[in-house]
């Protein structure tokens, strides 16, 4: 049960748009529509922000959306703004286990 | 609103066994599914597994199997998890989490997280 593949890190400037990408295998990406993504500011819990590869939760602003290809899927920040300086997180259900991608920093420059 | 509030952090020395609890508020308790997911320093995140809280079965990812038990106390709206053979690999940030119902695979609300640290 290996970690789901995410680029450590990605940066832009504000206003600017930003892609993260999430790889897995067709056991779980490429296999069903449960890709979630998860904000995660230091010290703090996570936070829901895309279900389902492209729904977003009520509140979540209608920058951030999610898409799928083939095994992988991404996550897209357009708009880019000082608050969205934090760690991202692809998941994906695998038939009996949930897997976490391994994470990437976004940092607004 | 929907809360969940896990206790306190929590130090223990290698091989003991750690029991965190989670008490879950503004929701039917019965309907979700809640899962366990941990976060060692600096690391990412990790599945451990879920208890479906209506019917009280389980399921555990394959590195906590035989180590970890998820229970609940329906009286009390909480959830537990208990994890033994502690080791300092085992120092980590553990979250309660909730899937809103079964069959939606995803995790719309976090405790805000109990810090587990195991060290001789």
């Known amino acids: 049960q290996s970690a789901l593949t995410q680029p450590r890190s990605v940066s832009g400037s504000p206003g600017q748009s930003v892609t993260i990408s999430c790889t897995g295998t067709?056991?779980?990406?490429?296999?069903?529509?449960?890709v979630s993504w998860y904000q995660q500011h230091p010290g703090k819990a996570p936070k829901l922000i895309i279900y389902d590869v492209i729904k977003r939760p009520s509140g979540v602003p209608d920058r951030f959306s999610g898409s799928k290809s083939g095994n992988t899927a991404s996550l897209t920040i357009s708009g880019l703004q000082a608050e969205d300086g934090a760690d991202y997180y692809c998941c994906s259900h695998a038939g009996t286990f949930y897997v976490f991608g391994s994470g990437t920093m976004v940092t607004v420059l | 609103q929907v809360q969940l509030v896990q206790s306190g952090a929590e130090v223990k020395r290698p091989g003991a066994s750690v029991k965190v609890s989670c008490e879950a508020s503004?929701?039917?308790?019965?309907?979700?599914?809640m899962h366990w997911v941990r976060q060692a320093p600096g690391q990412g995140l990790e599945w451990m597994g879920f208890f479906y809280v209506a019917g009280g079965t389980t399921g555990y990812a394959q590195n906590f199997q035989g180590r970890v038990s998820m229970t609940r106390d329906t009286s009390a709206s909480t959830v537990y998890m208990e994890l033994s053979s502690l080791t300092s690999e085992d120092t980590a940030v553990y979250y309660c989490?909730?899937?809103?119902?079964?069959?939606?695979?995803?995790?719309?609300?976090w405790g805000q997280g109990t810090l587990v640290t195991v060290s001789s």
């Open positions: 067709s056991s779980d990406v490429g296999g069903r529509n449960s």
């Open positions: 989490v909730r899937e809103p119902s079964g069959g939606t695979f995803y995790f719309d609300y």
């Open positions: 503004g929701f039917t308790f019965t309907s979700p599914y």
